[in-house]
């Protein structure tokens, strides 16, 4: 008998050794270890044995048993082992393969470029603010010392509604419009669309959009007017951009003047990005014109500031070496794709 | 403002190489746009003399010269010319020349004889018979006898091309400088060297204007002086070399030696001048006086021109000879027969002059430099140095005394000098002394504190145009930078905010941002089907649009989004999600602003798009903008878009815009051959409607009961109503109401649909009982009952 029971230990452990599926180790389980087990029937002839070998024949058997139920759960785990290996084998994926992708917006070139000139702004404690596009010749002209018949009004070739309203041609306007409302301390800029008749061509665009900027308060110097321009770019073109301050005219200033970079291009020697003069050109700006003042009611005895006014495309252009105008403003999906 | 700097040399000694000059120029206010050196594409080209010409052994119509050009050897040279003689001096371009635009010149052999190079004609050299009227524009140039040069020399100089030109942007508040004279003096200021203005003085006079001329000026305001001298026995003739050439340098083209006269005293002076031929002033009399009603003049260039009342003419007794300060008369001007001349040096006031130029469409060197507003003090000097220039050139004898009609206010400016505030205003720290030094140096005059602004310089009105003058000599890159004192709180305010909101939530949604003109073409509202009578057809009109297709300002942004989609789609683009935060312009009345609305545009095409999808863009972004309170309601009129799929988007009870498929009429009209998805929302309205005190509710720690209800109703009814209805009826326990089939078919009766909800409520505070969810269930189909809906069976 304990021959027997030992047979059927092998013959279990040999079943098992071959059993490829969780169905042929339920069969061997009942095969030996059911109630009409290999097992039990032997177990069940045990009245036949002596008193003596009872207890050794059944602690052998209850041994086997446990060996053999030990035997399946290894087993098991095995089978599921080589279950998930084979799985996981057969999931392989090309990963190479494209991706399901949602598609990704891409904001307009102009308003990434503003939001960074915007921050740079905030950063140095200047608001953000805007002001109607269409406009009065009061805001647009007068009051920034433009006078009807100030012959500067013919280098902004203006779009007339009436005699008196306009499409404004810079975003000079706002700085009275603040003014107005707000007493000094003002540290503002004003991000916005003008207009101009010029005809569409690569570099010139009937709309365009300017950065205003506007410092009024008690104090107010040209060397803050340079300093804080002069963080302003460095920031934007990198902290290496060498700058420089050119008189210039503008009726609303004074004096005025106009900032260039020296160019990334050539360093200075003159290329054909900066036409040859090493210099690009950024932004106007000065301080502000004391009649300026006045107009709003601020008195130029008490108060200084400075102004300064951008174009957003030509900086954007020069990032990213775009040449022609025209696409900003025709929104081709591949062309906004690129930002 | 072109300048020759040989003709700058005359008045002022400049050292420095062109670039640092340029440079120089640039940063105490006068920007040099550029410069070109004469000559620069000219090598290797020298005088040679004509030694011998012989025929050609081989050719009839060549000739075979030999030349000296101070070589060790004459050389040879085969010419097609027939005008080379012996002894002539001409240019010989050698060997490895260059000639104007890129010709290069080798030696070669022409029909067996050797060319060591060419002799060239004046076209050759890039001239012209205005540079030597003397020359011939077929054969060789023959240098005469104001060509000044040997065999062998640089032909440039002998020929006058060795100036340099630099050419100057001037702004609008400096006229004075628009005139070699005005350069001079900021050249010697920026350099720290002398300048005095030239005082022209005429030898000889004969005879007395008085007896031959009178001037009346019966507009004084238009015009605050008119001076006027004479010339008789005046000689026409070409001007001499000297003179066409820095003419030509200055981009002006030489006539003849009165005419070029006038010219010239403009470029030195900055003064236009008029030369009238005497023989034309009709009884002597000149007169300057508004234009008559009517009346019309023929200008120089041969266009009658219809004078109005506001513009000022010069005339005779009889009729205008000249449109004042803009352009003169036809027949007035000086021909190769004028005897005598007169010489009008004036001052006209400078809105009236660019008026008239407006309105007669016609801008001159002249209008261009009177409307900008010159010194009546210049009218003098510059009719003086007219004389001179007669008599320096022998055009003519200078008639004795002066007309000048004078009723300028010639009262000084002055200021005072405020070194504090200057210094103050501008951040630095410069001794009086230097500021006083600088101001002189551009012929302010100081003293005791004052100062004395000089005429020509009517910019100069306060203490901060003085500050000006004082920082671009001492430098504005000498002004240290410093940053700005005091706190400021750098913020973007809640709508600011908002605005960003709605551009991020879109763009991470797939739409990409456009922006687009904001003014379109009337036709734009036919094409998007608005009809004939409506009130967004009424837009601010734009009085001079480029064009129809930018002449009105938009009173929706419909069209251009269509219209990016239709350039998209003809760009053959397979789809594009975009949308735009624009403005449209709404009327108020005539002059009067409009009011300027923001609105959020969505447009999309794209394969399996589809009305849904930017429903759902909308109401994610509504989400994101925490806009609670809105509805979709049905809209079947709404032109441009497709009747059956369109709806009005209601925020807070207001219409805030509209969704839809474009109605396929507007797409054919864009020539978009695909279903395009567009919508509209105003973005005061959802600022003023977003909902965003956010206050925390806890998580749930009670479970749910959730129902699932399968209703019949009539197939017209919108869901809503249905979800509404649910939404009441549930109460609070609701947690939320999910729609997961629309269903019409074979166990449905006909004019009906099944709708299924799944419904899920949960309290707060307890676990929902079976008998409360029932009871909310039974509830709900009461209501839902009362419109005719009933539970699936």
Known sequence: MKQAIENIRNLAHEALESSQSLKEIDEIRVRFLGKKGELTNILKQMG???????????????????????????????????????????????????????????????????????????????????????????????????????????TQDTFYISDNILLRTQTSPVQIRVMERQ?????????????????????????????????????????????????????????????????????????????????????????????????????????????????VGIDPDEYSGFAFGMGLERIVMRRYNIKDLRLFYENDVRFLGQF | MNLSMKWLSDYVKIDAPIHDFCEAMTMSGSKVEGYTVEGSEISRVVVGKVLSVEKHPNADSLVVCMLDVAQEQPIQIVTGADNVVPGALVPVALDGSTLPHGVKIRKGKLRGELSNGMMCSLPELALTLHDFPYGTEEGI???????????????????????????????????????????????????????????????????DIKNLLSVEVQSPELCPRYVARMVKNVKIGPSPRWMRERLRASGVRPINNIVD????????????????????????????????????????????????????????????????????????????????????????????????????????????????????????????????????????????????????????????????????????????????????????????????????????????????????????NNIPTTTLRGSAQGHLTERQKFEGVVSRTLLAQGLSEIITYSFISPKYYDKICLPAQCKERDSLKILNPLGEDTSVMRTTTLPSMLETLSRNYNNRNQ??????????????????????????????????????????????????????????????????????????????????????????????????????????????????????????????????????????????????????????????????????????????EKGKKSVAYSISMRAQDRTLTDEEADAAVKRTLKALSQLGVTLRA
């Open chain 2, 141 to 207: 140039f023959l240098l005469g006898e104001d060509c000044e040069g040997k065999p062998g020399d640089d032909i440039r100089p002998v020929i006058g091309l060795d100036d340099t030109c630099v050419e100057f942007e001037i702004t609008s508040n400096r006229p004075d400088c628009l005139s070699v004279l005005g350069l001079a003096r900021e050249a010697a200021a920026t350099y720290k060297v002398p300048f005095v203005a030239p005082q022209p003085k005429v030898q000889k006079e004969t005879d």
């Open chain 2, 575 to 748: 789809s594009a999600l975009l949308f735009e935060i624009g403005t449209e312009y709404t009327p108020t009345g005539d002059d009067q602003l409009p009011v300027e609305k923001k609105q959020i545009t969505l447009g999309c095409y794209q394969d399996g798009y589809d009305f849904f999808a930017i429903k759902g863009a909308v109401e994610t972004l509504l989400e994101a903008l925490d806009v609670k309170d809105y509805d979709f309601v049905q809209k079947e009129d709404d032109p441009s878009f497709h009747p059956g799929r369109c709806a009005e988007i209601l925020v807070g009870g207001q219409v805030c815009g509209v969704i839809g498929e474009v109605h396929p009429r507007v797409c054919l009209n864009y020539e978009i051959g695909t279903r395009v998805y567009a919508a509209k929302l105003d973005v005061d309205l959802l600022y003023e409607n977003r909902d965003h005190e956010k206050t925390f509710v806890p998580l749930p720690k009670f479970p749910a009961s959730s129902r699932d209800l399968a209703l019949i109703c009539d197939e017209g009814m919108p869901v809503a109503t249905l979800e509404k209805t649910i939404r009441a009826s549930v109460g609070g326990v609701l947690e939320s109401v999910k729609l997961f089939d629309v269903y019409q078919g074979a166990q449905i």
């Open chain 1, 48 to 154: 036949s044995l002596s008193a003596e070998e009872r207890p050794v024949i059944g602690q052998l058997a209850n041994e086997i048993r446990a060996k053999i139920e030990t035997e399946i759960t290894s087993r098991i785990s095995q089978l599921k082992e080589q279950e998930l290996e084979r799985r996981l084998r057969e999931e392989r994926l090309d990963v190479t393969l494209p991706s399901t992708r949602h598609p990704l917006g891409k904001q307009h070139p102009i308003n990434q470029v503003l939001d960074e000139v915007k921050d740079i702004f905030l950063g140095m404690g200047f608001s953000i603010t805007e002001g109607p596009e269409v406009e009065t010749d009061y805001y647009n002209f007068e009051a920034l010392n433009l006078p009807k018949d100030h012959p500067a009004r013919d």
């Open chain 1, 183 to 295: 007493k000094p301390p003002v540290r503002v800029i004003v991000p916005g669309r003008v207009f101009r008749s010029d005809a569409v061509d690569a570099t010139h665009s009937p709309i365009f959009h300017q950065i205003e900027g506007l410092v009024v308060d008690k104090g107010v110097t040209m060397a803050d007017l340079k300093g804080t321009l002069e963080i302003f770019v460095k920031e934007l073109y990198g902290p290496e951009t060498v700058v420089r301050f050119r008189p210039h005219h503008f009726p609303f200033t004074e004096p005025s003047a106009e900032m260039d970079i020296m160019c990334f291009e050539c360093q200075g020697k003159g290329c054909s990005l900066c036409k040859g003069e090493g210099w690009i050109e950024i932004l106007g700006c000065g301080m502000v014109h004391p009649k300026v003042l006045q107009n």
């Open chain 2, 261 to 476: 006269i006038t010219n010239y005293v403009m470029l030195e002076y900055g003064q236009p001048m008029h030369a009238f031929d005497y023989k034309y002033v009709k009884d002597g009399k000149i007169i300057a006086r508004n234009a008559r009603p009517g009346e019309t003049l023929t200008t120089l260039d041969g266009i009658e021109r219809k004078l109005d009342e506001q513009m000022l003419v010069i005339a005779d007794s009889e009729k205008p000879s000249a449109v004042a300060g803009v352009m003169g008369g036809e027949y007035s001007g000086i021909a190769d027969d004028t005897e005598m001349i007169v010489f009008e040096s004036a001052c006209f006031k400078g809105s009236s002059i660019r008026t008239t130029s407006k309105k007669l469409g016609l801008r001159t060197e002249s209008s261009s430099r009177f409307e900008k507003g010159l010194d009546p003090e210049t009218c003098i000097p510059a009719v003086q140095r007219a004389c001179e220039l007669v008599e320096l050139l022998g055009a003519g004898e200078v008639v004795g005394g002066m007309i000048d009609v004078d009723n300028a206010d010639h009262t000084p400016r002055t200021l005072p000098l405020t070194p504090e505030w200057i210094n103050e205003f501008l951040g630095i720290e410069i001794p009086t002394g230097e500021m006083e030094n600088i101001l002189r140096a551009i012929d302010f005059k100081v003293e005791n504190g004052v100062i004395t602004v000089p005429s020509f310089r009517a910019d100069i009105e306060t203490k901060a145009d003085v500050a000006e003058e004082i920082a671009r000599f001492y430098g504005y």
